[in-house]
């Protein structure tokens, strides 16, 4: 006999409110239904009702973990409609924040992760790391978790040179601490037990669901935007693009953390080659009719956003694609013949990040037409 | 008439109720405070514990109405009753309990099983899923470390070759403690592990690991009912570290400094103390296993070892 386990709309594991259906026989899962748009914000249709530079902070507020990511493919989207080359010193800045970013989002999942097994004080100390480089960000760009470093041509602040040390020596604690996490979760027992061979997605279920991004990685698939598709200064920089082949929740650590080593590497590598010069060009507010795609590595993986441009200083059409989105549907084989202990951490492993995913669309189950709501309706309907 | 009376006293204020309750909020509020050093956290303060039962105390008490039935109403008063009881018959104070019975090492064992079976049953009467499967998860994690536990209290009843805990004290004020005869070792660390599981503790809080069942069995309970429910957790820790105590360091021993005599109940409550903070340094150092594994673990390792300690003091 099966029931059925409802995960969410609320429920501690869950971070942000979305409704998973597990279909269980005792402790088995036979089958998942996942439910999303509980966090629709109605970000993209904002962006089209504001000018590119208003819409710049406002993408930056897809997330709140990947900020710098969306920031800095909105503004990449931007240059390429307008067909404008950015400084070289605005690269290399942008590429610091991006790595100093993926540092801090992949320290913050680890102790999820850590929480999700129940390993509350390696969850703590994660956390506790987590500030370095928290430290960094806010010493860089004034802020600890929205840095608006980027501006459309260029980016807002520069990095004075005072800073240099101090992220020197940030990094160094940062590596060591990387390190000894990496043995640790690599030995302990408990650890070991709860993730190897959990959560196992083949290398060919991540290419059928096209999973992107660490996730992907971890199965095997050798995708990283970095190095495909270079953008800011990651063309000039020597990097390894880290993959495990085991595909299971332990890979996926491992491919985090490591990516940690190769984050700190790469900013080491960045703050070296840093030309110097002007770090902003003017952009004209009216951009004329154009189409361009953006890709950019955010700490999840791969985000895309795609605009039309129609003369004005609005865009006509704004799409944005986060990483999760992309990974939602490769849950499925994840989740089917593993045992509801393992929910929390499989659904952790891909790095979840709800918000950015939640789309709506209106159908009328009847006729199966879509529509569009007015706000009256949505007000009636949320009483 | 007297007798009466003084066994109410020892119901209800020492070693029992007033005692003990304030007691174990206490060594609950130090485990607390100290886990949080351990996690790099500042913690609260080491009266929470008294702060949060009070608090559910006055809340308002909701029962779903799918869940209303006599079980899942008298399930944390019968936990609350049974533990109590098993604090009148641990020798608190001095070798002799408050309440003498024949073999009351099995009574004991017995008593103390009590406050989890009323906790799977109120998880099975809640009529919610999280519940549900809490309460299971917590009837085969019961038939992992119980095994573990019960005969490692046998290899210690074979050495002194009684079932009765004051006859353990006073065996071992004269032969010294137990924990320090190599032959009890294995037996030691198999209680250790199996109170563990015992106090759902990590590695084995399964029944009521929050991230995946939300509070397992507990989940539907609220105000009065859960602070009852909270207290019997809270004694049970002092009764397990209080039966170990008694079984392996010698129970209560009154001792001397500097001519003023120390009574034995606070030898006792340091013992207890050292094993409760023993059990918060290994709940700081371990992820959360999955249920099987733990049963495993509870079957090989552990059962192992305390077999090996009965075939040795055989």
Not at chain 1, 35 to 52: A, K, P, Q, S
Not at chain 1, 147 to 175: F, N, Q, W
Not at chain 2, 79 to 87: E, K, N
Not at chain 2, 199 to 204: D, E, H, T, Y
Request: net charge neutral.
């Amino acid at each position: 006999m099966t029931f059925v386990v409802p995960v969410g709309p609320q429920h501690p594991a869950l971070l942000e409110p979305e409704h998973f259906r597990f279909e269980v026989r005792g402790e088995e899962i036979i089958d998942v239904k996942i439910r999303l748009g509980y966090m629709h914000r109605g970000i993209e249709r904002g962006l089209m009702d504001r000018t590119y530079h208003q819409g710049l902070y406002l993408a930056e507020r897809i997330c709140g973990i990947c900020s710098h990511a969306h920031n800095l493919c909105f503004s990449q989207t931007v240059e390429r409609l307008a067909g404008i080359e950015i400084p070289d010193r605005a690269r290399y800045i942008r590429t610091i924040v991006a790595e100093l970013e993926r540092i801090h989002s992949h320290l913050l999942w680890a102790g999820v992760a850590a929480h999700e097994i129940g390993f509350i004080t390696l969850f703590m100390l994660f956390w506790r790391d987590r500030e370095h480089v928290q430290d960094l960000l806010e010493m860089i760009s004034g802020n600890r978790c929205y840095y608006s470093m980027c501006a459309i041509g260029g980016t807002r602040r520069d990095m004075r040179p005072e800073h240099l040390p101090k992220i020197d020596r940030g990094l160094k604690v940062l590596e060591k601490a990387t390190k000894h996490y990496v043995s640790v979760a690599t030995s302990d027992r408990t650890i070991l037990a709860r993730c190897e061979n959990i959560g196992v997605l083949t290398k060919q279920d991540a290419r059928n669901f096209c999973a992107v991004g660490p996730h992907a990685r971890a199965s095997g698939v050798d995708v990283d935007m970095r190095r495909d598709d270079p953008y800011a200064a990651y063309a000039e920089i020597p990097f390894g693009v880290v993959t495990q082949s085991e595909g299971d929740v332990f890979a996926r650590v491992v491919v985090r953390l490591r990516e940690v080593l190769e984050a700190i590497g790469i900013i080491r590598h960045a703050l070296n080659k840093m030309p110097t010069g002007p770090i902003r060009t003017r952009v004209r507010a009216k951009i004329p009719p154009n189409e361009a795609t953006s890709r950019v590595e955010a700490p999840r993986g791969e985000l895309l956003h795609f605009g039309i441009s129609n003369g004005t200083e609005k865009p006509e059409r704004w799409r944005v694609r986060p990483p999760t989105y992309a990974n939602i549907p490769s849950l499925v084989p994840m989740f089917v013949g593993g045992t509801i202990a393992e929910i929390p951490i499989v659904l952790a492993s891909i790095d979840p990040c709800m918000c950015c995913t939640d789309r709506v669309t209106i159908v009328d189950v009847t006729t199966g037409k879509s529509r569009i709501l007015t706000m009256e309706e949505l007000r009636r309907m949320a009483r | 008439m007297t007798e009466a009376l003084s066994f109410l006293l020892a119901y209800l204020i020492f070693p029992g109720l007033l005692f003990t309750g304030a007691v174990s909020l206490l060594f609950v509020g130090i485990d607390r405070k100290i886990a949080a050093h351990m996690q790099n956290r500042i913690g609260p303060p080491i009266w929470q514990e008294f702060f949060d039962v009070g608090k559910l105390l006055g809340k308002e008490d909701i029962t779903p109405t799918s869940a209303q039935s006599t079980v899942f109403t008298l399930a944390p008063l019968l936990a609350f009753g049974a533990i109590v009881a098993v604090m009148l018959l641990l020798p608190v104070n001095s070798a002799q309990p408050a309440l003498v019975l024949v073999a009351d090492l099995i009574v004991i064992i017995y008593l103390l099983n009590i406050p989890a079976i009323c906790v799977m049953l109120g998880g099975y009467s809640s009529a919610c899923p999280f519940g549900a499967s809490g309460a299971s998860r917590y009837v085969v994690q019961l038939f992992g470390y119980e095994l573990a536990f019960i005969i490692a209290a046998l290899a210690v009843a074979v050495k002194v070759d009684s079932l009765s805990l004051s006859d353990f004290v006073s065996y071992q004020a004269q032969n010294g403690w137990l924990v320090l005869d190599w032959r009890l070792l294995p037996a030691l660390i198999a209680s250790l592990i199996a109170i563990q599981g015992k106090l759902l503790r990590v590695p084995f809080d399964i029944p009521e690991a929050e991230v995946e069942i939300v509070h397992g069995p507990l989940t539907e309970y609220s105000g009065p009912k859960l602070a009852l429910m909270r207290i019997a957790y809270d004694i049970e820790i002092l009764a397990v570290a209080g039966f170990i105590t008694a079984l392996f360091l010698g129970g209560p021993t009154p001792f001397n400094i500097g001519g003023v005599q120390i009574p034995g109940v606070v030898s006792f409550l340091i013992k207890c103390l050292a094993i409760v903070l023993f059990t918060t340094t290994l709940r700081c150092i371990a992820a959360r296993l999955r249920i099987d594994q733990a049963v495993r673990f509870f079957w090989t390792f552990a059962v192992i070892l305390a077999v090996i300690s009965l075939l040795l003091v055989i």
